[in-house]
């Protein structure tokens, strides 16, 4: 019976080598040998796709593919095998595709194929593929400057091609000055521009600076959330004090209100740029900053804060800023910072389950969620952007058949979420026995749980003294 | 209102749903379409979309814009320019065939309308028209409207429409359709100048004359035929698997003068290494022919059983291409483009149905059925602390053996299997074909569940494909573990299964012929075991014998 036996794959289809050369101004010319050991590989990767936007200026020219045999004899691909096609096209806007269909393959071929590749901008070079590559090079002028990002520099072997974070190469010109001296300048400039923003707006006497943040994050109100189409059609606030007018603006102006009025209660107040844990400092990028926060100069050093976000509980940075390098514009110079990270036991959720388990292995009762710290920060982003429809079914899809009621949500920090669940066979039944665990919540890492279950009429627990793992029930004579 | 009920509730009907055709002498058809559908819940904005399939070869849009009425309203209105043009792909890697399409779902809330509408002018290769009443959607008013030229008559057929369908010499009406139908309802109309020109054996005529546009044996062909067979006991099986083996790749174009139903010649196939459904049917009937053996190219749908109707000849119902061999046993259907499926079997969708084979004057026949069955042992060791080593042997004929082979051959068997059987720990994966045949040995660590001080739960069953099993899985406990509780037997039409002690050993059989009811999940049923005091702990473990099961008798 037994005469084929499967042993562990030892072969896997991979590129063998992936070389680019980068020709400047625009052109990347790539070169690949891709090995194809098993039926099942031709059909995933018999068909080279080389995708373009010729309105984007790209376009693919120099096309050639051979499939090379195990024998060692090549099939060279005629015109028949390429075929370039419109994919997609949106008014002016269109995608095409070249299309190579590898001919005469054979498990255990390998096939080499290259392509020139122009396009109006060739700073990122991809380095991964859908396939492991066992070499990657790519040549470049010394013109260029390279960082490797999310990959350990001249790294030349790489797994498949990861959902996010894939690694690639940004190719910069050669910089005409130093790090320091690009962003002493940069920091200057943002310096000065928060200045020209920051006009004088009245004390609000007594209040703390946390106090400060709080009320222009609760009292003005944030034009990019819960609010309508008309609310996001308001006018700029050109001052601060058109923002505390109005009671409305953007977190960027809601932010601006922030460092006036700690500059009104006679703080330092510093604009502040965050980067992505990517930042390099030798990359004159200014690109490479997305959100703001407001730096407050005290005695123990910089605190950091950023009231444009609504709902972040006091002294909360947002989830993504947290411990992140970012640029403060100090007028002595650039400050570069790492920003604090909140104490986790701040940022949790209290579940608390009080449930009947039923006759026929079902549960029945309330679920109260309450969300603390940054958990409710995640949470409120969620429902911002939900139905109460979806809202519900959000929640529906946690618990597989079961049928959810009554939902009632506060939308603060902490958040509530409180509903009535019905959820069939949670225990385990057999003809005289019901077997559950009293671990009804999945494991969460910032979880505190509590669940009270209260047994069905005509069960009792199985044994007395300490259980594990599930508890048992057995039918009594009624 | 529970959840399930509320997620049940129609979440978009389609008000007004309409095709008028007008067919002009020349055989070109203007085709309009207008949808009105009306969002009724949030979940329902989805709906608020259009989707224009059309030949880009062929065919040439006139005119295709949507509005979008908001509640309150206020009307936005969409150009063609808004509308993405796509290539529509299904299996192709190229395909003339594309589709203009319309999202506006981000723009909809409950109690808005959108409405589509578009014209087209349609190169038709048959005289021959279809629509389909409804999509998944309740549909208020459905309507086609047909002008025909003068001189040609008119046969119209309706599948599967309820009896309170309007119609007129050349409008059929259809309303208050209730959303998602088991089968879509449909119209079918055939033009001809004669009414009794539309015969299976015309439609096989057509289609003959297409295959015969790639029908020609070069030497290059039978040079390859005769290096494949040569020396082999079963030359036809040889050419057969060698196509089997080459690539699936389909490149349609010109739709419109026939292409789609003409292969590429033999020799062409052979050179490139690939083709599609057609070109290797072609391909494995050259190659027949050249050892002497008369096969026919025989057309068929491959996706959806009630496509082609006896009542209405035409070959637009097809979409699949395979072959019919004449053998000393007979005539034996077999599809190429299936790896997996050997010479001799048919596959699980392709049995039992309208086919025709793509030969002058040939009639509308029916595929056979096929046998399809697997038998499956277990024999398990279990110890008292949880440790299970498992011995699965399966024998598998028809569509279970091509899903084991077709597991099999990929490059994730072995994790696959392992989420199966629910370890990474696999110790011996052996397969053996003709019958199809998998053996695996393989070892948990935690196949028991701690419940309280002495109770035990177990599961040796393993989740199952629908299919026709008889399984036996056999259990030798630790002598540290007494069956406390097993489940009570479950029986329906076509399922059972049963737990009992033999002999010392557990035992579970369980057997499912494919009915109108799917098996239960009794896998998830727990046995109770129970710590019982015993002299030895379970260090030692016997081997296991393999428990053989008698074979299973077809459909």
């Given at each position: 019976l037994l005469k084929e036996v499967i042993l562990p794959l030892l072969a896997f289809a991979e590129l063998l080598f992936w070389e680019t050369r980068v020709e400047l101004p625009n052109r990347l010319v790539h070169s690949v040998q891709m090995a194809l050991p098993l039926v099942d590989d031709l059909d995933r990767h018999g068909n080279i796709v080389l995708p373009y936007s010729p309105d984007r200026g790209e376009s693919i020219s120099a096309v050639k593919a051979r499939t090379i045999l195990p024998s060692g004899a090549v099939v060279e691909a005629g015109a028949e095998s390429y075929i370039d096609a419109l994919a997609a096209k949106v008014g002016d806007r269109e995608r095409r595709t070249l299309s190579i269909a590898l001919p005469g393959l054979r498990p255990g071929a390998v096939v080499a194929y290259e392509w020139t590749e122009t396009r109006s901008e060739i700073s990122r070079v991809e380095l991964q593929h859908d396939l492991p590559v066992r070499r990657r090079v790519v040549q470049f002028p010394p013109s260029l400057q390279p960082f490797y990002f999310n990959c350990a520099e001249g790294r030349q072997s790489f797994p498949p091609r990861p959902a996010r974070d894939a690694a690639y190469l940004l190719l910069v010109p050669q910089p005409t000055q130093s790090a320091d001296s690009f962003w002493r300048t940069y920091a200057a400039e943002l310096a000065a521009d928060f200045a020209k923003e920051l006009s004088p707006v009245p004390p609000l006497p007594g209040a703390t600076l946390d106090e400060l943040a709080e009320f222009c994050r609760r009292e003005i109100k944030n034009v990019l959330y819960y609010v309508t189409a008309a609310d996001r059609q308001t006018n700029p606030n050109p001052t601060p004090a058109d923002t505390l007018r109005s009671r409305r603006g953007t977190p960027h102006e809601i932010n601006l209100l922030f460092a006036a009025m700690a500059r009104a209660a006679g703080y330092t107040v510093l604009y502040t740029r965050v980067a992505s844990p990517q930042f390099r400092r030798e990359l004159l990028d200014p690109g490479q900053f997305g959100s703001e926060v407001i730096a407050v100069r005290l005695p123990e050093g910089l605190r950091f804060f950023n009231?444009?976000?609504?709902?972040?509980?006091?002294g909360l940075l947002d989830e993504d800023e947290e411990g992140q390098p970012a640029l403060v514009a100090a007028p002595e110079g650039p400050l570069f910072v790492t920003l604090p990270r909140s104490d986790?036991?701040?940022?949790y959720v209290e579940r608390r389950a009080e449930l009947d388990l039923l006759p026929d292995g079902g549960v029945a009762g309330e679920i109260t969620l309450r969300f603390h710290g940054l958990q409710a920060v995640s949470l409120l982003r969620r429902l911002e952007s939900q139905s109460p429809a979806e809202r519900l079914a959000a929640l529906a899809q946690e618990y597989p058949n079961g049928v959810l009621s009554a939902l009632q949500i506060e939308e603060s920090n902490p958040a509530t979420v409180r509903f009535r669940l019905r959820l069939p066979a949670y225990a385990e039944r057999t003809q005289t026995r019901l077997f559950y665990s009293?671990?009804?919540?999945?494991?969460?890492?910032?979880a505190r749980d509590t669940v009270t279950m209260s047994h069905p009429p005509g069960f009792v627990p199985e044994s007395e003294g300490s259980h594990h793992g599930l508890i048992p029930l057995r039918r009594v004579a009624r | 209102m529970t959840l399930a009920v509320l997620l049940l509730a129609t979440a978009a009907q389609v008000l007004l749903r309409e095709e008028n055709v007008t067919v002009a002498p020349s055989g070109e058809q203007t085709v309009t379409l207008r949808r009105v559908i009306e969002v009724l819940t949030v979940e329902g904005a989805a709906e608020a979309k259009a989707e224009l399939p059309y030949d880009g070869s062929a065919d040439r849009i006139l005119t295709c814009r949507a509005t979008l009425r908001s509640p309150d309203g206020e009307t936005r209105s969409f150009t063609l320019n808004d509308f993405t043009d796509r290539a529509l792909l299904?299996?192709?890697?190229?395909?003339t065939l594309r589709y203009r399409s319309l999202n506006v779902a981000a723009l909809a809330e409950p109690g808005s309308v959108f409405t589509f509408e578009a014209t087209l002018q349609h190169k038709s290769l048959f005289n021959q028209l279809e629509y389909e009443f409804q999509g998944h959607l309740p549909v208020k008013l459905s309507r086609f409207t047909l002008v025909k030229p003068a001189g040609l008559s008119l046969q119209a057929h309706l599948f599967d429409v309820p009896a309170s369908v309007r119609s007129s010499e050349s409008t059929w009406t259809l309303e208050n359709l209730p959303a998602n139908p088991r089968v879509t309802p449909r119209l079918a109309i055939t033009l001809s100048p004669d009414a009794s020109s539309a015969t299976w054996p015309a439609v096989a005529n057509w289609l003959a004359a297409q295959a015969d546009s790639a029908d020609g044996l070069t030497p290059t062909v039978q040079a390859q035929a005769e290096q494949l067979t040569?020396?082999?006991?079963d030359p036809i099986g040889a050419l057969a698997r060698f196509v089997q083996q080459l690539r699936y790749v389909a490149i349609t174009r010109d739709l419109a003068s026939g292409a789609g139903f003409a292969p590429q010649p033999a020799e062409r196939v052979l050179a490139l290494g690939y083709g599609d459904c057609k070109d290797k049917a072609n391909l494995l009937r050259m190659l027949l022919r050249a050892i002497g053996v008369n096969s026919h190219l025989v057309a068929i749908n491959s996706t959806d059983e009630k496509r082609v109707r006896a009542e209405w000849p035409s070959p637009r119902g097809f979409n699949h291409a395979i072959l019919a061999v004449e053998t000393a046993k007979g005539v034996v259907f077999f599809d190429p483009s299936n790896p997996f499926v050997p010479f001799g079997e048919i596959p699980l969708n392709l049995e039992n149905r309208f086919a025709l084979p793509m030969t002058a004057g040939a009639a509308l026949l029916t595929t056979p059925v096929g046998v399809h069955s697997l038998t499956r042992s277990i024999h398990l060791e279990l110890t008292a602390v949880g440790d299970l080593t498992g011995r699965l042997l399966e024998t598998a004929i028809g569509q279970p053996a091509a899903e084991n082979r077709a597991l099999l051959a990929g490059a994730d068997h072995r994790a696959r299997l392992s989420a199966w059987l629910r370890t990474p720990d696999l110790r011996r994966v052996e397969t053996a074909n003709q019958p199809h045949s998998l053996f695996v040995e393989y070892h948990r660590p935690d196949a028991l569940r701690p419940a309280g001080a002495e109770l035990l739960l177990f599961n040796p069953l393993l989740p199952t494909d629908p299919a026709h099993l008889t399984e036996t899985v056999t259990v030798n406990l630790s002598a540290c573990l007494a069956v406390e509780e097993l489940p009570e037997p479950v029986q329906t039409a076509n399922f059972s299964a049963v737990w009992f002690v033999r002999a010392g050993k557990l035992v579970v059989e369980r057997q499912y012929r494919p009915g109108s009811s799917l098996p239960p999940a009794v896998e998830s049923l727990p046995i109770v075991l129970r710590r019982v005091p015993c002299?030895?702990?379970?260090s030692t473990r016997s081997e296991p014998v393999l428990t053989t099961t008698s074979t299973v008798s077809p459909a």
């Open positions: 009231p444009g976000v609504p709902f972040l509980a006091p986790p036991a701040r940022s009293p671990t009804f919540f999945p494991a969460h890492p910032a | 299904r299996s192709e890697l190229h395909s040569a020396g082999s006991s002299a030895k702990p379970q």
